[in-house]
């Protein structure tokens, strides 16, 4: 039997790998991860703009504009050997937007101590997070709605685990001929861990944000304002030039950290984007809380390939996403 100190396990259940630090008053800080690409490009400033298989890392409500089936795939590599793998799924189903994911984070190694003295090496943490959501549009222009259940497990050390079920749910408007879109949403409510001996909450977090998208077309230029009015089959094909601003606000409710997110991103033809971002704390402290960004992305056909630089005090992580659409 090995031991393992409850100060070690309190720091990597608070705290998986130090490119993902919080404040430890809420477990399972791999929920707070992006699951694309391109909304860590953005800062994370999503929650107004979010649609399709990423709406479930932001605003389930964004279900409700999944154009056509899509898989979208992320990978990231911490720079401590620790690895965050997220697959995500959505599509149409009659009247509404459907959507799964699966999401893995693996610590890596640690060195622990054995009952008998002999230093051996576990894995120090694995999560796994299981959610799946729908989302459908309201009769009211523009107007949206989701929701989301999720599972998910944890281990330590390779020998203590422990189980949480958790729900998201989000609502969203498209104001109809003017750009801009507001969003809001409520993620990981009623869920709590224990692990060993002791039990804490999930990383329960408000979101409200807004996105504004300016087109530019060959003849002239016009807002972007209709996708709140039209069935998602029949939006418009992308502007030559469209530029995008967003703004989120987020507040963790256990860790007591707000943040202030700002997002920009220009893309030609829906072909190429290029994204930057800026997280700042507003109250509260963590890793993570204050960032830079920066990201870029290509589609070609069905393909879509993103980037994200996100730049902490403490590192600068990468992440890759691709997505598949059908």
Request: charged fraction near 10%; glycine fraction near 14%.
């Given at each position: 039997?090995?031991?393992?100190?409850?100060?070690?396990?309190?720091?990597?259940?608070?705290?998986?790998?130090?490119?993902?630090?919080?404040?430890?008053?809420?477990?399972?800080?791999?929920?707070?991860?992006?699951?694309?690409?391109?909304?860590?490009?953005?800062?994370?400033?999503?929650?107004?703009?979010?649609?399709?298989?990423?709406?479930?890392?932001?605003?389930?409500?964004?279900?409700?504009?999944?154009?056509a089936p899509e898989l979208l795939v992320q990978y990231h590599g911490g720079f401590m050997g620790d690895t965050f793998l997220s697959v995500g799924y959505a599509q149409q189903?009659?009247?509404?937007?459907?959507?799964?994911?699966?999401?893995?984070?693996?610590?890596?190694?640690?060195?622990?101590?054995d009952d008998h003295g002999v230093g051996v090496t576990a894995t120090g943490q694995r999560d796994i997070a299981y959610t799946a959501g729908v989302g459908g549009i309201l009769p009211w222009p523009g107007l949206s709605a989701g929701a989301a259940i999720k599972l998910v497990q944890t281990q330590l050390v390779e020998q203590y685990s422990g189980s949480a079920i958790a729900g998201d749910a989000g609502i969203r408007l498209d104001i109809p001929g003017t750009g801009f879109s507001l969003g809001t949403s409520a993620q990981n409510l009623g869920g709590r861990i224990k692990i060993a001996e002791g039990t804490n909450s999930l990383p329960s977090t408000i979101r409200a944000g807004v996105a504004y998208r300016y087109d530019i077309e060959a003849e002239g230029t016009r807002v972007a304002g209709l996708e709140g009015i039209l069935e998602p089959e029949m939006r418009p094909e992308p502007a030559p030039h469209r530029v995008m601003f967003l703004c989120d606000?987020?507040?963790?409710?256990?860790?007591?950290?707000?943040?202030?997110?700002?997002?920009?991103?220009?893309?030609?033809?829906?072909?190429?984007?290029?994204?930057?971002?800026?997280?700042?704390?507003?109250?509260?402290?963590?890793?993570?809380?204050?960032?830079?960004?920066?990201?870029?992305?290509?589609?070609?056909?069905?393909?879509?390939?993103?980037?994200?630089?996100?730049?902490?005090?403490?590192?600068?992580?990468?992440?890759?996403?691709?997505?598949?659409?059908?």
């Open positions: 039997m090995r031991k393992t100190s409850p100060l070690f396990l309190a720091l990597i259940l608070f705290v998986p790998g130090i490119p993902y630090a919080g404040v430890g008053r809420s477990a399972v800080a791999t929920l707070t991860q992006p699951n694309s690409a391109r909304p860590a490009g953005l800062a994370e400033a999503y929650c107004a703009e979010a649609s399709g298989a990423d709406s479930l890392g932001y605003n389930p409500s964004g279900l409700a504009w999944a154009v189903a009659g009247n509404v937007g459907v959507g799964a994911s699966v999401v893995s984070y693996n610590s890596g190694s640690v060195d622990i101590i606000g987020l507040y963790r409710l256990g860790d007591r950290i707000a943040s202030l997110a700002l997002g920009g991103e220009y893309s030609f033809h829906g072909y190429f984007a290029l994204r930057t971002g800026i997280r700042m704390p507003v109250y509260g402290t963590g890793n993570r809380n204050g960032a830079g960004t920066a990201g870029i992305g290509a589609k070609i056909r069905n393909v879509a390939v993103d980037y994200a630089l996100e730049m902490t005090a403490n590192a600068a992580l990468h992440r890759v996403s691709v997505g598949f659409v059908f």
